[in-house]
């Protein structure tokens, strides 16, 4: 248990559907953030929340349209996806604000097929 | 541009012999780095970290080495067990900048 917990686990969608991911932290941090792994790649930063403040965009297309509505939820809404999307979306948080040598705890991520 | 890479995508090792992890980067504005491990369905978590002030850091069996000059750090476990079966996960980042910069990750096998 890592304190930090995402559902679903497994999702497949098309690629007209509108689906969410969701993020929770037990652990009273202050920065969260969202992660892209693909097969064989680095994690990818996708975005980050200081405070519930978007900190980080870091190029993602607008299919990808994250949200916090406070600093212990995290949402990653998806919708018109395409398959090379597919991929495991990890999220994280950290203690202090971003950048400031905060080791990161990762949920167990949703893995994502876009057929 | 990888920024940081591990160029070794797996590793397997004997069980009670030392694992050597290595991961190299070419981001110089890195002064801090880390390590993380994830098996299986699981996120990663982290092991051990090193500031680039430092060459050295030892936390039970696992001891990371930086070698600033070189741009190149590594990751040994002595002595290695099953249970270090996992994929490796070498990370950079600069203080007060928001991203950690992952590397691809190396797959460690260690055989019973």
């Known amino acids: 248990e890592t304190g930090v917990t995402q559902t679903p686990r497994h999702l497949v969608m098309g690629m007209t559907n509108k689906k969410s991911l969701k993020c929770e932290q037990h652990l009273g941090h202050n920065a969260m953030y969202w992660y892209k792994q693909s097969a064989k790649k680095p994690l990818e930063l996708m975005f980050v929340?200081?405070?519930?403040?978007?900190?980080e965009n870091n190029s993602v297309p607008s299919r990808f349209s994250p949200e916090c509505p406070n600093s212990s939820h995290l949402f990653l809404h998806l919708h018109t996806l395409q398959p090379e999307d597919s991929a495991l979306y990890l999220c994280?948080?950290?203690?202090?604000?971003?950048?400031?040598?905060?080791?990161?705890?990762f949920g167990s991520g949703t893995q994502l097929s876009v057929l | 541009d990888q920024q940081v890479k591990q160029n070794s995508p797996s590793l397997s090792v004997q069980e009670g012999r030392i694992s050597i992890l290595n991961c190299d980067y070419t981001n110089s504005m890195f002064d801090y780095f880390l390590w993380y491990k994830k098996y299986p369905a699981e996120g990663p978590t982290f092991l051990i970290s090193i500031s680039s002030i430092k060459d050295k850091n030892e936390d039970g069996r696992f001891t990371v080495f930086l070698n600033k000059s070189a741009k190149h750090l590594s990751l040994h476990i002595v002595p290695s067990q099953p249970g270090d079966s996992a994929v490796y996960f070498c990370?950079?980042?600069?203080?007060?900048?928001?991203?950690?910069?992952f590397g691809p990750g190396t797959s460690l096998s260690v055989i019973p």
């Open positions: 994280a948080s950290s203690q202090g604000p971003a950048g400031a040598n905060e080791k990161l705890f």
């Open positions: 990370a950079g980042m600069k203080t007060s900048y928001d991203k950690v910069i």
């Open positions: 929340y200081n405070f519930k403040e978007q900190t």
